[in-house]
């Protein structure tokens, strides 16, 4: 079945302890788009401006996915500028400029307002708000957000928590939202706003899911050189979303696979610059990277 | 078969957030003995002061614990004093008096130098090698070690690599051993100095095991409420030990079994103070939890 995809689409400028890279192709919406288009149908839902080079929206169109939903205004493509410390779990924002992201309204073309499977990518909760406002009963959405909405946006946030059904968001942005140290009760508390499970993304140290049916605990894959890492948890929710939106139904068992599938494909798009690896990925090297990670989850397997 | 476990048997007084006690059972061997004793016979190698209290020596004694290789000094027994913080991650020694640790000279008695395996407990490289230099061909060698010994003793530390089967030690200690902030490459250097297998502790992360034939990632068990994490890490590598003791070969699949047992063991020691919950510890709680960690690893099983 096919998922929708909302979220950011931006032109980077990346500084990481590797190098440094400029009008890069980057957003929540680009990573998470492509990724789940290796598992489902995809169409995506965000906005650029009139300077958005063509070359960026081939990267999309080679993998199949529906662009009757990206919009573009007149101005320029949001724009970011980072830079990655030594330790590159430590990033720091140069520059923000929001342009046609700041009036940004979201607006589904009939044929998507039906689509079963909803990637609310991270984006202002008030936008995510505005897409499902749109939607016709969507089977199952899945959510990300960050931790700048949690400081910005903290109510709407909360109140789109009782219409999803997976939350996705990092370790620290778990504790703060639901301002518990302890990941058990914050997954709970966050579990008891709405979403029927919640995965929490421990950068290195993997993704842990809970549900009423229980949980479930992935290592990230051990590399030995990450070139930038940009991306990588946009790319894991879209892997998992697209993964879901390819099954019958979704359980804990379910849930895992698709959290396995997230995890490989996020460990490519670390392997270099923007949407690179992703974008030259074949089938082939991602199951025999999922091979390895199953045999770094069960050696016996 | 049988284990040897060597390390050292302390007095502790431990405060956390949770409450403050005095005059409890600690040291290395106390925890890593007790949980080597879930899986295979043991003796302790250590000492203790003449001031040891009988009710202390019980507990090992209620686990069958051969104590013939733990020498009765004159003097006071090693005694620690440590504060956690909130975070409980973080500690501090308040006071460290070593007394009769300072001339400890490990001696075993003839019966305990055939063991076949051997777990070297957190303690100088000194008095490992000194065990070392006592036993009879051991089939596997397990140590266990600490920053304090990497800032010390760092050569007798390297030393010691080329001596032993499997090298414990947690995610920050194995970067500075190896002065190398890329855990796989950290653990590659580490084999290349002796062990074939390098299990890297990572606390609430779980654990990253490696070896020539691949490697395996085993998550934490997730805690509602951690009372006192001292010994948890000893209590991981005697686990761990005293598992690889049972069996008929050390390869990495029954590696990872070991890295599960002792993952459970260490689930337990932090829920209480000192040894208390583990010497309360039944086979039906350790079998619960057990299959519990294995769902967590894979919803379906």
Redesign the interface.
Known sequence: MSVLVVGTVGIDRVETPHGERSNLLGGSASFASLAASFHAPVSLVSVVGQDFPAHHRAVWEKRGINLTGLQVASGQTFRWHGVYEE?MNNRRTISTELNVLADFQPVLPAGLKKLPFVMLGNLAPDLQHSVLDQMEKPRFVVADTMDLWIHTARPRLLELLGRIDLLILNDSEAKQLADE?????ASRWLRERGPKYVAIK?GE??C?LTGS???????AI????VLDPTGAGDTFAGGLAGYLAGQKGVD??TL?KGVIEGTVLASFTVEDFSLERLASLTEKELKQRRQELL??????S
Chains 1, 2 share one sequence.
């Open positions: 330790n140290p302890n990941l058990l009760k421990k140290h993997g842990f049916e229980g949980a479930f605990a992935a290592p051990p590399l030995e050189q804990l068992p895992a045999k770094l989850i069960n050696p016996n």
